[in-house]
């Protein structure tokens, strides 16, 4: 009987993996995790003047903060709150997208 739970266990883990990649895969999914940055980085990653633009920028710059921002590296107002809100896999499918972006 406990080996049936391990089992059930290791397939429910398995499951949720695989749904998380598909769900980061999904670029409506992004493109709405991406529109919450809109307030301050502007639709689409173009911001208004006195805010950092995110259009166009090299996806392992913006991955690189952003894990910073997560582990308290760099300093910030709201953006280490932000981003402890996002899974890795998320911050990378967000970055991709900002990258894609024209400046």
Same mark, same amino acid.
Not at 39 to 51: D, F, I, L, Q, V
């Given at each position: 009987m406990k080996n049936w739970s391990y089992l059930i266990a290791g397939l429910f883990c398995a499951l949720a993996s695989a749904q #998380? /990649? $598909?769900i980061s895969s999904d670029?409506? /999914?992004v493109r709405?995790? +991406?529109a919450s940055c809109s $307030?301050?980085? @502007?639709?689409? @990653?173009? +911001?208004?003047?006195? $805010?950092e633009s995110l259009a166009g920028v090299n996806k392992d710059e913006i991955v690189k903060k %952003?894990?910073?921002f997560k582990a308290g590296r760099k300093p910030a107002t709201i %953006?280490? /709150?932000l981003s402890k @809100?996002?899974?890795d896999e998320q911050i990378i +499918?967000? +970055? @991709?997208?900002? #990258?894609a972006q024209k400046k």
């Open positions: #998380a /990649q $598909n670029p409506l /999914q709405s995790w +991406a $307030n301050c980085h @502007g639709t689409n @990653g173009r +911001a208004e003047p006195g $805010n %952003m894990l910073d %953006m280490h /709150q @809100g996002y899974t +499918a967000i +970055a @991709g997208y900002f #990258a």
